[in-house]
């Protein structure tokens, strides 16, 4: 035998509970700018069910409620600050 010395795998990279709540803004974020038409609604919201559905059943039970919009405040700052750059 021969002794084999392995290098540690690095950490594959990966989709956590809050990159998927995340997800579930960015879509009522969008569908609120008016990001879609009409035809891609229904495809866009059935990904928003499905994404809330997977991150409730697998949450802690501590966690924050997901689907969460930021208040239309923290919305409004943000594209004060986008529009500023």
């Known amino acids: 035998m ?3 010395n392995e290098a540690p795998a690095p950490d594959a990279p990966g989709i956590t ?4 709540a995340t ?5 009522d974020l969008c569908s609120k700018r008016g990001a879609f038409e009409g ?5 866009v919201g059935a990904l928003r069910t499905n994404l809330v559905n997977f991150v409730e059943a697998n949450k802690p039970a501590e966690e924050a409620p997901v689907g ?3 208040a ?3 919305v409004a700052e943000e594209d004060s600050k986008e529009e500023s750059k």
């Not at 509970?17 to 998927?20: A, H, I, P, W």
């Not at 035809?39 to 495809?43: A, G, P, R, V």
Request: aromatic letters at 0%; zero cysteines; a negative charge.
């Open 2 to 4: 021969t002794d084999v």
């Open 17 to 20: 509970l809050g990159d998927m």
């Open 23 to 27: 997800m579930v803004q960015i879509i």
């Open 39 to 43: 035809t891609e609604l229904s495809t």
């Open 68 to 70: 969460e919009v930021p």
């Open 72 to 74: 239309p405040a923290e």
